[in-house]
């Protein structure tokens, strides 16, 4: 065990959700309107729970949100922002 954090579940949404929406053409909303199944809530939950986890730790792994995201941030902040905004926007779509 290295004793780093597991945001398995995190990793996962953003590789299966965010990798290739450049590629296609999505925006991040898009992405998150396509990904939104009654079924898969209790996954989005500890997608959120894991990303909040992520922004709190004292080393936020900005640099493989980025990789499993496939996007490029100039900086850590950037990096938080933008997670931020998609488990804030993730959160709202899964509450309405």
Do not use: K
């Amino acid at each position: 065990m290295s004793g780093s954090p597991d945001y398995e579940s995190l990793y996962s949404f953003l590789s299966a959700e965010f990798a290739e929406a450049d590629w296609e053409g999505l925006t991040d909303e898009a992405v998150l309107r396509n990904c939104l199944a009654p079924q898969l809530q209790p996954w989005h939950r500890t997608v959120i729970a894991e990303g909040r986890a992520a922004l709190a730790a004292q080393l936020f792994p900005w640099e493989a949100i980025a990789d499993y995201a496939n996007r490029h941030f100039e900086t850590e902040a950037a990096a938080r922002a933008w997670l931020t905004q998609i488990l804030d926007q993730l959160e709202q779509h899964i509450s309405e």
